[in-house]
C-alpha cells in the first residue's frame, strides 16, 4: 500500500521503545535524535532501503537515550493541575479546558509554535475501587499528532502517560496531578520515568504562593491558587535539566487558569510558554 506522499520515515533499530515507524512532518513531538530520512515524492513507489542511522554504535546509543530523555521531560507538563480543593473523581466524562498558549511549545524546538488552541479533556473514567483511572487527554493545537493522556487515580496521582504513537511512561512512584499545599508550604517528591525498561529519575520541588487574582480570556478569576514546582533530571550526558512552571488554579474550573512554563530553566537557551484559559466545558 502507497504511504501518504507528506510521510518522512524515522528509523530507530537499536531502541526497542520506538520501533520503526511513520512520523507525520508537522508532528509536534521533538526526538533531538539526528535522522536520515527518506521523502516520498508525489509519484514514488515503495520504499526499496530502509534509512539507517548515520553514526557509529556509541554514538547511536547515546542518541537513543536522548531520545527516550525527551519522552520523559513529556511527564514534566502532564501534571495538569496545581491547586487544593478539587478531587478527580469531580471530573466528568466530556469536561474540557480550552487554552489560548503563548510561545512555543514546552520541550520542543524553540521555534516550534502552537498551532490553535492547547486542549486537556476527560476522555473516559475506567475501573473501579484502586485500580479506577480518570483520563486526561492533552493535545497542543491542531497540528499535535503526539496528544498525551494522563491515567489519574481517585487519590490525584498520575500513574501512566500515554504519548499517542510513541511510547507508554510510568510513573513510581505515581506524581501528584493536584498538589494539595497550603500557602507557604514546600514539598519534594522524588519519582521514576519508566519508558520500555529505560528508568531515568526526575525530582520535583512545589511550592506554593499567595493567591492572586487573574483576568484570562475566559474571565476574571480571584483568589486564584499560585503554586509552583521546579523539575529536575539528568540527561543522557550526566548533565541536569531544568524545568520550571507556574500554574494559577481556581476551584471554580477545577483546573488551571494560566501557566508558564520555563524550558530549560537557568540555562543560556532557555524560553518561556504560556498557555491562558478561553473556556471550560461539560457535557450535560
Known sequence: MRSPDNVTIFTSPHDPASPHRRREKNSNFHHPVAYTTHQRGPQSGPVKQKPQIQTNEPERE??????????SLIAVLA?????????????????????????????????????????TEVTAIKGEGDAKR??????????????????????????KIDVQDIATLLLKPPV?????????EEKTLKSQMDVGGFVMAIEYKAKRFKDETLTVPAGTYENCQHIQVISSMNNPMGDPVKTKTDFWYHPKVR?????????????????TGTSLLK?????K
Open 176 to 184: 501528584p496531578a493536584i498538589w494539595e499545599l497550603k500557602v507557604g
Open 134 to 159: 480518570y483520563l486526561l487527554k492533552n493535545r497542543w493545537g491542531t497540528s499535535d499528532v503526539n496528544p498525551s493522556t494522563s491515567y489519574i487515580d481517585a487519590k490525584n496521582l498520575i500513574h
Open 79 to 119: 501534571i495538569l493541575l496545581a491547586g487544593t480543593g478539587v478531587h478527580a473523581e469531580d471530573w466528568k466524562v466530556g469536561e474540557k479546558w480550552t487554552y489560548k498558549h503563548e510561545g512555543p511549545r514546552p520541550f520542543s524546538e524553540s521555534s516550534t509554535k502552537v498551532e490553535g488552541d492547547r486542549t
Open 62 to 71: 547515546r542518541m537513543v537515550l536522548m531520545s527516550r530523555t525527551n519522552l
Open 255 to 271: 483546573n488551571l487558569v494560566k501557566d508558564v512554563t520555563v524550558t530549560n530553566f537557568g540555562a543560556a537557551n532557555s524560553y
Open 279 to 283: 473556556s471550560h466545558t461539560t457535557k
